[in-house]
C-alpha cells in the first residue's frame, strides 16, 4: 500500500513537472534571449531572473500536485455530499461560504487588489474591492449550483446577468467600470477554478439526470459575472 501511494506521488510529480516545463520554458528562453541579444543585461541579472524561473518552476509543479491530489477530490467530495443532504438553504450556505473564502484566499486576486490599491493612492479601499468580488463569485456560485439542482439552462442564466451588467454600466463610475471587468478576469485564479469546477462536477454528478459534462461546466463563465457585479455596485455605492 505505501509502495503503491509512492508510486503515485511520483507520478503525479512527474506529469505536474512535465507540464510545468511545457509552460515555462518557452517564455523564459524568450526572456533570456531578449536581456542578451537585445538588452545586454549584466550576468548577475541574468542570472536573477534564471534563480527566479526555477523557484517558480519548483512552486508551480507543487501547486499544481496540490491542486489533483487535494483541492480536485476535495472539491468534488464537497459537492457530493452537499447534494445529498437534501437540504437547499444548506447547499447556499456552504457552497458560498466556500467560494467567498477561497476567492479572499486567490493569490491572483489579491495581487490585482493590491495593484489597484497602489496605483490609486489608497483612494480606493483593497478590503472593499476584495470582499465585493469575492460576495461576487459567491453569489454566482450560489446561483450556478442552484441552476444545476432545478434544471434551468444556463444561457438565460448568462443572457440575464450581462444584461444587468450593461445596464449598471451606465451608472458606474469610469474607473471602477475599468476594474471590474479585469476584476471578473482576475477571479479564474489558481485556487478559485479548481475548487468551482470540482463542486459543480461533485453536485451534478450524485444527482439523477444531471450530466457533469453539460451541468458541470460553464460555472467559471458565470462565476466572473459576479465579481463584475460587485465591483460596479461598489462603485456606485462608494460614489
Known amino acids: 500500500m505505501l509502495a503503491w501511494g509512492y508510486q503515485a506521488m511520483r507520478d503525479q510529480f512527474k506529469d505536474a513537472l512535465k507540464e510545468t516545463i511545457l509552460s515555462i520554458a518557452p517564455i523564459t528562453l524568450i526572456v533570456l534571449m531578449i536581456q542578451i541579444l537585445l538588452m545586454g543585461s549584466p550576468l548577475d541579472s541574468i542570472a536573477t531572473f534564471g534563480f527566479g524561473a526555477v523557484m517558480v518552476g519548483v512552486g508551480f509543479t507543487l501547486f499544481l500536485m496540490g491542486v489533483k491530489i487535494g483541492m480536485l477530490p476535495m472539491g468534488e467530495g464537497i459537492g457530493s455530499e452537499l447534494s445529498s443532504r437534501g437540504s437547499v438553504l444548506f ?28 496605483v490609486s493612492s489608497d483612494s480606493i479601499s483593497r478590503n472593499a474591492l476584495l470582499f465585493a468580488m469575492a460576495f461576487g463569485v459567491g453569489i454566482f456560485m450560489v446561483l450556478s ?8 439552462p444556463i444561457k438565460y442564466l ?4 450581462y444584461l444587468l451588467v450593461i445596464l449598471l454600466s451606465f451608472f458606474t463610475p469610469a474607473e ?19 475548487v468551482i469546477l470540482a463542486m459543480g462536477i461533485g453536485v451534478s454528478t450524485v444527482m439523477a439526470g444531471r450530466s457533469p459534462l453539460s451541468d458541470g461546466f460553464g460555472l467559471i463563465g458565470f462565476a466572473t459575472i459576479g465579481p463584475i457585479l460587485g465591483v460596479m455596485l461598489l462603485g456606485v455605492l462608494l460614489n
Open 91 to 118: 447547499i447556499v450556505v456552504v457552497i458560498f461560504s466556500i467560494s467567498f473564502l477561497v476567492t479572499v484566499a486567490d493569490p491572483v486576486v489579491r495581487a490585482l487588489t493590491i495593484v489597484i490599491n497602489d
Open 145 to 152: 449550483m442552484l441552476r444545476i439542482i432545478y434544471n434551468v
Open 158 to 161: 448568462y443572457a440575464a446577468s
Open 176 to 194: 471602477y467600470l475599468s476594474i471590474s471587468f479585469d476584476a471578473g478576469g482576475m477571479t479564474t485564479g489558481p485556487m478559485t477554478v479548481p
